[in-house]
C-alpha cells in the first residue's frame, strides 16, 4: 500500500482503538454505577467493600446496615447483570439476524420467538405455575415457535429467507390468537392484569437464582453468534454466493437460529418482552463500527449491554413506582430508530 | 490436455417430469474458453447450475479434475471451481476489500477469520486487476461494472482451476460490457479457465475458442466459433434468421444482426 494510504490506515486504527476502548469499558462503568445508585443510597466505596467482603471473604468492618448488603447483593447485582445480558443478547441476535436475512430492518423476533414465548408464559400464569414454571413454559414456547417456523421454511434440503420471514410471521399471527385467547378466558382480578404486565416487560424480579440457571447459556449463545460473526459477512451477499464461496450456509443459519433463540428466549422467559433492542441498538452500532460482523457483533453486545444498564436505572429511578422496562424502550426506541432512519435515508448503502 | 470439466451423456428434469436437456456431452480443457449461447428458457442456466454443483444431473455425469463432482466437498469444490453471478446490491456497504477477501473463505477453518495475509492477497489481486483505487470504497456504491469486476477479483481470491461466469454483463451499460470482457480476455490470455452463459453471440467471437449453441432439448452444436457460428445454426438457437458480417476493419472481427424483416 502507498505510504499515504499507510498513514491513513494508522490514524484510523488509533482512532478506532479509543472508539473500543470506550465501547468496551462503558458497560462496566455503568454497571457498577447501577449498583449504588437507587433510592436505598449506598456509596460507591461501600459497594465494594460489601462485594470484597461477599465475593472474596474480605473483612472489611461493615459500616453500613444488614438491609443494604442484601439490596446490593440479592437485588442491584443481580438485576444489573440480567440487563448487561439481555441487552447483549437481544442487540448481537439483532444483528446476527439482520445479517442473515440481509435486511437491516429485522427485529430478533421475526422468526415468532416472542410470540411463542409470551404465550408459553401467560398459560403458565393461567395455570398459577411458581415463578420458575412461567419461566420455563415461556422459554419452552418461544423455542417451540421457532422451531415450527424453521420447519415450515424447510423445503428441499434449505431454508430460503423469504421462507423464514414468512413463516415466522404465520407462527407469531397463530402463537399471538392463542395468547389473545388464553387472556380472553383469563380471570379479570388477578390473571387478566399478572399477563398484562408480565408482558410489558421488567427486569424488577430478577434474583440471583435467575441468574445462576441463565448465565451459562447466555454466555455460550454470545460466543457462538462472535465465532459465527465473520460467516454472517459471507452469508449476507445471499445463499448462493456464500455456497459457491464454500460455506455451509445451511449449518451457519442453523446456527444462528439456534443462538440467537435460546438468547431470546432466555431474555424474554426472565423479563418479559423487550422490543425494540435488537433493532436500535446493530444500526446504531453500525454507525459506530461498520458494518463488518465481525466487529458489528461484538460492538452489539457492549452497547446493548450498556443500554439496557441505562434504561433499566431510568425505569426504576424516574418516577416513584417502577416503569416497566418494554415500555421504556420503545418508547426511547422508536423516535432513535425514526431518527436514525431519517438521518441514514433508509438505507444503509 | 488434460479435461477439467466433463460433462457425458448428462440429462436433467425438475423432480423426475420432462428432460429439459438430454444427452449432453461438453468437454473444457484447461486454458479453454467456453461461451454458452442459447435462447431464453433452453436451459444454459440450469447447465451453469449443473457445473457449479447447484443442481443434480437426472442422467449422466459431471467430472471436475478426473473426479464425479458429487464427491467434492462444498469447500473443495470453492477451491476448484469459481463462480461468478450476475452483480447485485447487497444490504450493507462493505468496502470492496471485504467483499474481495471473502474470496478466501474456503481456505478458512470453522474458528478461523481472515488474516493479514488474506489481506495482502486481496489487495495485491485488485492491484493486477486495476481496481486498487476502489478497495476503500463501498461496494454498494460503486457501478454495476465496477461491482462485477469486484466479484471476479474475489473469484481470483479462491485461486479456482476454473472460473464459470453466469451472463457477465447482462444490466451493464456499454463501457461497463467492454471493461468486464476486457477482463475476462485477460485472464483467458493468462491461462484460466473459463466457461461462461451468454446472451450475446459477440461474445463467442470475442472471447471463447469452444461456442455451445444450445436449443431446446441439448446441444444443438459445440466447436470454435469459426465453425459453430454460421448463419444456419444461430437460426436454429434463437429461431430468427440471421446475416452474419466480417469487419471490414479487421477480419477476425464479426457480428451478427436479426433479420427484423422476420419478426
Not at chain 1, 252 to 275: D, P, Q, Y
Not at chain 2, 48 to 68: E, H, T, V
Not at chain 2, 216 to 222: L, N, S, V
Not at chain 2, 243 to 261: G, N, Q, T
Request: hydrophobic share 50%; charged share 15%; net charge positive.
Amino acid at each position: 500500500m502507498a505510504e499515504l494510504q499507510k498513514q491513513a490506515h494508522f490514524r484510523e486504527t488509533k482512532q478506532s482503538r479509543v472508539k473500543w476502548a470506550i465501547i468496551m469499558v462503558l458497560p462496566f462503568v455503568i454497571f457498577f454505577a447501577s449498583l449504588f445508585m437507587g433510592r436505598y443510597a449506598v456509596s460507591p466505596k461501600e459497594v465494594v467493600q460489601i462485594f470484597a467482603n461477599y465475593f472474596f471473604g474480605a473483612n472489611f468492618t461493615p459500616t453500613w446496615e444488614d438491609s443494604a448488603a442484601k439490596v446490593i447483593i440479592q437485588v442491584r447485582f443481580p438485576r444489573a447483570v440480567m440487563a448487561a445480558l439481555v441487552g447483549a443478547g437481544l442487540s448481537s441476535s439483532g444483528a446476527a439476524f439482520q445479517g442473515m436475512f440481509q435486511n437491516p430492518l429485522v427485529s430478533p423476533f421475526i422468526l415468532g420467538v416472542s410470540a411463542g414465548a409470551s404465550f408459553g408464559a401467560a398459560m403458565g400464569l393461567v395455570l398459577s405455575l411458581p415463578s420458575i414454571g412461567v419461566q420455563a413454559m415461556a422459554f419452552v414456547f418461544g423455542i417451540v415457535a421457532v422451531a415450527i417456523t424453521y420447519f415450515l421454511a424447510h423445503i428441499y434440503k434449505s431454508t430460503p429467507v423469504l421462507m423464514l420471514v414468512l413463516s415466522g410471521t404465520v407462527v407469531s399471527a397463530f402463537f399471538q390468537a392463542l395468547l389473545q385467547i388464553l387472556k380472553f378466558t383469563a380471570e379479570g382480578d388477578e390473571k387478566l392484569p399478572a399477563i398484562t404486565f408480565w408482558l410489558m416487560g421488567s427486569l424488577g424480579s430478577v434474583g440471583l437464582n435467575d441468574l445462576v440457571i441463565s448465565i451459562i447459556p447466555i454466555i455460550i449463545c454470545l460466543i457462538g453468534l462472535w465465532i459465527l460473526s465473520w460467516r454472517i459477512n459471507v452469508l449476507s451477499m445471499g445463499d448462493r454466493e456464500a455456497r459457491s464461496l464454500g460455506v455451509h450456509t445451511e449449518r451457519i443459519k442453523v446456527g444462528i437460529i439456534i443462538f440467537s433463540t435460546v438468547l431470546t428466549s432466555t431474555a424474554v422467559s426472565i423479563c418479559g418482552i423487550i422490543g425494540w433492542v435488537g433493532q436500535v441498538i446493530p444500526h446504531f452500532c453500525r454507525m459506530l463500527v461498520g458494518p463488518d460482523h465481525k466487529k458489528l457483533i461484538p460492538a452489539t453486545m457492549f452497547v446493548g449491554a450498556s443500554y439496557i444498564l441505562i434504561v433499566d436505572n431510568l425505569c426504576r429511578q424516574l418516577t416513584a413506582t417502577e416503569i416497566p422496562l418494554g415500555i421504556l424502550t420503545a418508547i426511547i426506541g422508536a423516535p432513535v430508530f425514526a431518527f436514525l432512519l431519517r438521518k441514514t435515508k433508509g438505507g444503509w448503502n | 490436455m488434460a479435461k477439467l470439466i466433463e460433462v457425458k451423456d448428462a440429462s436433467f428434469s425438475y423432480h423426475g417430469k420432462d428432460y429439459i436437456w438430454q444427452n449432453v456431452n461438453l468437454s473444457v480443457e484447461q486454458g479453454d474458453s467456453v461461451c454458452i449461447l442459447g435462447a431464453n428458457g433452453c436451459g444454459k442456466t440450469t447447465l451453469f447450475n449443473c457445473i457449479a454443483g447447484n443442481f443434480q444431473l437426472a442422467k449422466g455425469a459431471i467430472n471436475i479434475d478426473g473426479k464425479p463432482i458429487g464427491d467434492y466437498s462444498i469447500t473443495e469444490l470453492a477451491k476448484t471451481i469459481g463462480i461468478v453471478y450476475q452483480e447485485h446490491s447487497v444490504a450493507f456497504p462493505y468496502t470492496s476489500l471485504e467483499v474481495v477477501r471473502m474470496g478466501r473463505t474456503p481456505y478458512l477453518s470453522a474458528f478461523q477469520t481472515p488474516s493479514q495475509a488474506d489481506t495482502d492477497m486481496a489487495y495485491g489481486i485488485m492491484e493486477e486487476m486495476g481496481i486498487a483505487h476502489l478497495a476503500e470504497k463501498p461496494y454498494s456504491r460503486i457501478s454495476g461494472g465496477q461491482r462485477q469486476l469486484v466479484l471476479i477479483a474475489r473469484t481470483l481470491c479462491q485461486t479456482p482451476k476454473a472460473i464459470l461466469f453466469d451472463e457477465p454483463t447482462s444490466h451493464l451499460d456499454f463501457k461497463n460490457q467492454a471493461l468486464v470482457m476486457k477482463t475476462l480476455k485477460n485472464l483467458s490470455a493468462k491461462g484460466m479457465t473459463i466457461i461462461m452463459t451468454s446472451h450475446s453471440p459477440a461474445h463467442a467471437w470475442q472471447v471463447s475458442n469452444k461456442t455451445v449453441l444450445m436449443g431446446k432439448g441439448g446441444i444443438i452444436a459445440q466447436g470454435t466459433p469459426q465453425q459453430v457460428m454460421t448463419a444456419e445454426n444461430l437460426e436454429k438457437t434463437y429461431d430468427v434468421r440471421v446475416k452474419i458480417h466480417r469487419s471490414e476493419l479487421d477480419d477476425a472481427a464479426f457480428f451478427c444482426e436479426p433479420a427484423f424483416e422476420d419478426l
